[in-house]
């Protein structure tokens, strides 16, 4: 394709580790007050390669019995009209990621 640069697998990682980060502590020192009584399932859209934030939902769930991580995967190509629909429809998900400038092409200036 014309103009489209391809992605090298390091770039994918950078650009997944720079999305990931801010949930990566999200259960790591946190001691809840109280133990939640009440099960949670938290709906979790990407469209990373699947696996790829596995270790980060997986380490949340055993951290927190009760929580439950839904994972639906995306084509990059269609992440953003899929959120462009759940929100339209009010069925956002709790967690997402997005294409961003590492999955296109960036035009020199």
Same mark, same amino acid.
């Given at each position: 394709? &014309?103009?489209?640069?391809?992605? !090298?697998?390091?770039?994918?990682?950078?650009?997944?580790?720079?999305?990931?980060?801010? *949930?990566?502590? &999200?259960?790591?020192?946190?001691?809840?007050?109280?133990?939640?009584?009440? !099960?949670? $399932?938290?709906?979790?859209?990407?469209?990373?390669?699947?696996?790829?934030? #596995?270790?980060?939902?997986?380490?949340?769930?055993?951290?927190?019995?009760?929580?439950? &991580?839904? *994972? /639906?995967?995306?084509?990059?190509?269609?992440?953003? #009209?899929?959120?462009?629909?759940?929100?339209?429809?009010?069925?956002?998900?709790? &967690? $997402?990621?997005?294409?961003?400038?590492?999955? /296109?092409?960036?035009?020199? *200036?």
């Amino acid at each position: 394709m &014309i103009g489209q640069k391809r992605i !090298d697998r390091r770039r994918l990682l950078k650009g997944s580790a720079l999305a990931a980060s801010p *949930l990566a502590g &999200i259960g790591a020192g946190a001691r809840p007050m109280l133990a939640a009584q009440e !099960d949670v $399932t938290v709906r979790w859209w990407e469209h990373f390669p699947e696996g790829l934030n #596995q270790s980060i939902r997986d380490g949340y769930m055993e951290a927190n019995p009760n929580v439950t &991580i839904e *994972l /639906t995967l995306y084509p990059p190509n269609e992440m953003n #009209q899929a959120l462009q629909l759940a929100y339209q429809s009010e069925q956002m998900p709790d &967690i $997402t990621t997005t294409p961003g400038a590492a999955g /296109t092409s960036i035009e020199n *200036l």
